[in-house]
């Protein structure tokens, strides 16, 4: 039995596999006003964090505004892409259905969003009244508020969760709450994770191993 008596999840690299996916659709939009951008640096620089703070680091490369309907046009192809492609992170339905504490999502992406990639994925059943969205609360990692809002909800304290998250931007918002957290660091390509994870693992089956049997 883990130690733990609740786990919050990240959404994005950590229950769905869509980085890759959204990333790259950014760079492209970003490219196409000149940007000149790949994916490492999107991974680096976007990975995590709020759109808007996304958009206003495009505007600085640019050195323009923004076209009004960017945020809307990046929803929808994303959104398009997800439906196409979209898979679950590898693993993370087996560690959820091996789970015997209580769990649930904290993300920084709206909540439609969180919805439909757990829905393609077929992992929505598992969350379905768990879902928590920076959006709701208007405040974003590295606030701590959506996972200390998500702790309170389901009825424990910080201390006794733990975190997993993808990006540095996320676990420094579960630690600035006084969580534990996990980095599942399969795709931490900078190695910046280790140096400020409480664990790491690069698999959903070692996570599994620590929560369910730690």
């Not at 680096?44 to 960017?70: E, R, W, Y």
């Not at 598992?126 to 405040?139: A, L, N, P, V, W």
């Not at 698999?203 to 599994?208: C, L, V, W």
């Amino acid at each position: 039995m883990s130690k733990y008596k609740c786990v919050i999840f990240d959404c994005d690299g950590v229950l769905v596999d869509s980085e890759p996916i959204g990333n790259q659709i950014l760079v492209d939009m970003a490219n196409e006003l000149g940007a000149d951008i790949d994916l490492e640096y999107a991974y680096k620089h976007f990975k995590g964090g709020k759109m808007q703070s996304c958009v206003d680091k495009i505007a600085t490369l640019i050195n323009q505004p923004i076209p009004k309907n960017f945020t809307s046009d990046y929803r929808q192809k994303s959104f398009e892409a997800f439906k196409l492609d979209i898979k679950p992170v590898e693993g993370v339905t087996e560690l959820l259905e091996s789970l015997q504490v209580p769990y649930g999502v904290a993300s920084s992406g709206p909540e439609n969003k969180i919805r439909l990639n757990l829905e393609l994925t077929g992992l929505l059943p598992f969350f379905e009244t768990k879902i928590f969205s920076c959006y709701s609360i208007q405040k974003w990692k590295p606030s701590p508020a959506v996972f200390l809002w998500a702790a309170e909800t389901l009825g424990y304290r910080p201390e006794d969760c733990v975190v997993i998250e993808d990006s540095l931007t996320g676990v420094r918002a579960a630690k600035n709450g006084g969580f534990d957290v996990i980095g599942y660091s399969a795709h931490d390509y900078n190695n910046e994770l280790k140096s400020e994870a409480t664990y790491t693992f690069e698999s959903m089956e070692a996570i599994g191993e620590m929560l369910v049997f730690s």
